[in-house]
């Protein structure tokens, strides 16, 4: 066994959280492969229908909540290895990593929208912030703002360990009072800060153990506000409060779930947990239990 792994499989213990850790129960709903490779992010609408990126195959897969499954190709045009997706007004929105761009996708495969995005950013995510749109960018380190019309508004961030800086930010998450959670992945940590990048709050520590962070990979919050983090190196899915405290670890029949490659993440109206893994090409849904 992998002896950086060992700590999250102590039942109880938490290693600088105290001695008593709130295991979180989840319970397998549903699997689902359809074909993938290498799948990266996903997201969902109001009706429970659920959007994988599945850009290595040059789609993104539907997961209907009927329980059939489509899929949409792209009409006269290629996301190739794009790694961010987001359901907006009922368009899907593609953060096209290789080609600094973000797609505008609609649900019969065309694409009504080309943002080229400037200062040679390689967008990693993009997600709705009111009227505006924010997109991590691990070219420049940096978290770029687009107004309404998907113009740049102001960019801010640079390379390096201060708060303010990343060492490629990924995922990200918007909080309630407009905060913004991005997961600054290989300073193995996450922060929230304001749109303008003040007011830096650290949600998730850098470690291996409960209640720290090691790649952050997916991030979203339930309706009870929580802040569900998935870690990429430890296949873990751990609970945070807005204000930064460890509210506990996925749990499934006793033993800390340690997922494979978990990307992408979202949280449905009933409760459910979804996760892209990456290294198993499926996503697979958990039931949270409370």
């Given amino acids: 066994m992998n002896k950086y792994l060992i700590p999250l499989l102590i039942s109880g213990i938490s290693l600088g959280q105290g001695p008593i850790v709130l295991e979180i129960n ?5 699997e689902y492969e359809a074909g993938f ?3 990266t992010d996903l997201c969902g609408n109001e009706q429970g229908d659920v959007f994988v990126l599945d850009a290595m195959n040059d789609r993104v897969v539907v997961l209907k909540a009927n329980g059939g499954t489509s899929e949409i190709k792209p009409q006269r045009d290629s996301f190739y290895k794009a790694v961010g997706i987001a359901y907006i007004k009922g368009d899907l929105w593609i953060a096209d990593t290789p080609r600094s761009r973000l797609l505008k996708l609609q649900l019969d495969g065309r694409i009504s929208e080309v943002i ?8 990693v995510d993009v997600i709705a912030a009111g009227a505006y749109k924010v997109v991590s960018d691990r070219m420049n380190h940096s978290i770029t703002v687009l107004d309404e019309n998907a113009k740049e508004k102001y960019h801010w961030g640079s390379r390096g360990e201060g708060f303010g800086q990343f060492i490629n930010p990924g995922f990200m998450a918007m909080a309630p009072e407009n905060r913004l959670i991005i997961g600054d992945i290989l ?6 800060y304001s749109q303008s990048g003040r007011y830096p ?8 153990e409960r209640g720290q962070i090691f790649r952050p990979k997916g991030i979203d919050l339930d309706a009870q506000g929580r802040i569900w983090i998935a870690d990429g190196y430890t296949g873990a899915i751990q609970a945070f409060s807005v204000s930064g405290k460890f509210i506990g670890i996925a749990t499934t029949k006793g033993k800390s779930i340690a997922l494979k490659g978990p990307m992408g993440i979202w ?8 996760v892209v893994e990456a290294f198993a090409s499926k996503v697979s849904v958990w039931q949270i239990s409370k």
């Fill in 201 to 208: 709050q650290v949600i998730a520590k850098p470690g291996v």
């Fill in 116 to 123: 080229k995005l400037d200062h040679g950013i390689e967008p």
């Fill in 267 to 274: 949280v449905d109206k009933q409760n459910r947990l979804w």
């Fill in 26 to 30: 989840f319970s397998l709903v549903q």
């Fill in 187 to 192: 300073n193995r940590r996450v922060v929230s």
């Fill in 37 to 39: 490779t290498f799948p």
